[in-house]
């Protein structure tokens, strides 16, 4: 079978990367689960503190939160901030943008790439 359409467990594979991020100095550890022509799929596991700085935002782009808590906020002076339960699914905004780690968490990450 291909790799690609294999079925992959968030929880199972989100828990070793919490592991993983918890022997990290950066507090983050991550797996791309899905890398096709168009569309990318991330897993990351972030402990509680850890984040990622502030980045362009992609062409589009969805974070799932899978366990934990987390942050996402636009970059700047605006202010937007959305604060995300397990659960939780948004588009990312589209503009300069960052995400922190309120709690230890798992966060997915799908990500539209351009043809």
Do not use: C, F, K
């Not at 022509?37 to 984040?51: D, E, S, Y």
């Not at 987390?70 to 943008?97: K, M, N």
């Amino acid at each position: 079978m291909d790799a690609q359409n294999d079925i992959r467990t968030l929880a199972t594979e989100g828990q070793a990367l919490l592991e993983q991020a918890r022997g990290e100095t950066s507090g983050r550890s991550s797996v791309s689960l899905v890398h096709e022509h168009r569309i990318r799929a991330v897993l990351m596991g972030l402990t509680a503190g850890a984040g990622l700085a502030e980045h362009d935002a992609p062409p589009g782009a969805t974070l799932q939160v899978v366990a934990g808590r987390a942050r996402l906020y636009v970059a700047g002076d605006d202010g937007r901030e959305w604060l995300l339960e397990e659960g939780d699914l948004i588009a990312v905004p589209h503009t300069r943008h960052g995400v922190d780690a309120l709690s230890d968490s798992v966060l997915l990450l799908t990500v539209a790439l351009d043809a």
